[in-house]
């Protein structure tokens, strides 16, 4: 595809880069190949989302997703915004000057309601025009900009480099919450794995109002991640089993639990991730 020669071309994986991997912490080449993975990634995820919603029509966009008090209208209003507002952080992160991901609350949500309505065609057009806005973003950032930090929706602090991780996380849950054939299950494997880590790291690890668990997709030890907040002297962590594709849709709320086991009790209740 010509945005995947595109992307790799800007990003030469085979060069390095000794300032970036002393003003990151990390190695170059590792970031870097993360970066172009997860862009790449968000490319094929948003054509699979586009060739589902061409088989909708106007009446089933009215429909209840699976988002409480969502329409699919409202699902794929919010993602062509959401695309906007990533690209808005990329440009902050590319030029130093603070451009935040929505102007407000009330704007983003407001502008949810106004479009969530639109007829079929506007809405593909949007998410193709939208998604290309990001793939262009992201293919502009220089490879040195990548550590540069900016502020999510909510005051989460993340560097450019994460960023298309973030947007993919977006393109493939809300695929699944449109409700429409596209479940969980049928997620890449990959991106569970990085969605697993993503939330186990940042979203539940020493969260108070999460119980320590034990999350486990198989019998060895090299199968278990923990999180949730730490465990109190002679508190054992709860421990959850299943498969990656079905911890990551109870960690996200997209199921109820369904193929988990615990066999402390019942599965913990999860606050909303907000």
Do not use: K
């Amino acid at each position: 595809m010509q945005h995947t020669e595109r992307i790799a071309r800007t990003f030469d994986l085979l060069t390095t880069g000794a300032d970036f991997t002393r003003s990151s912490g990390a190695d170059y080449s590792l970031v870097m190949t993360d970066y172009v993975r997860d862009a790449l990634a968000v490319q094929e995820a948003t054509d699979r989302l586009l060739t589902a919603v061409a088989a909708l029509d106007d009446a089933s966009l009215a429909s209840p997703s699976e988002l409480p008090g969502w329409t699919r209208g409202h699902v794929l209003a919010h993602l062509a915004r959401n695309a906007d507002g990533l690209v808005n952080l990329l440009t902050w992160a590319r030029t130093g000057q603070e451009t935040p991901m929505y102007a407000d609350a009330q704007t983003r949500d407001a502008e949810i309601r106004r479009d969530a309505a639109r007829p079929l065609a506007v809405h593909l057009d949007d998410l193709r025009t939208s998604a290309t806005r990001f793939d262009t973003a992201a293919t502009a950032l220089p490879p040195e900009r990548l550590p540069y930090e900016v502020t999510l929706r909510g005051g989460v602090r993340e560097r450019a480099a994460g960023l298309p991780l973030r947007r993919l996380g977006e393109v493939e849950l809300h695929h699944v919450d449109l409700g429409i054939g596209y479940t969980v299950t049928d997620l890449p494997a990959t991106f569970v794995e990085s969605q697993l880590t993503l939330l186990i790291r940042t979203r539940f690890a020493g969260r108070p109002d999460i119980p320590p668990l034990r999350l486990a997709t198989g019998p060895g030890e090299e199968d278990v991640r923990h999180t949730g907040r730490p465990a109190a002297p002679g508190e054992s962590p709860v421990t959850v089993t299943g498969s990656p594709a079905a911890l990551l849709g109870w960690l996200t709320g997209r199921t109820d639990g369904s193929g988990l086991s615990c066999p402390d009790g019942p599965l913990p209740v999860l606050p909303a991730l907000g």
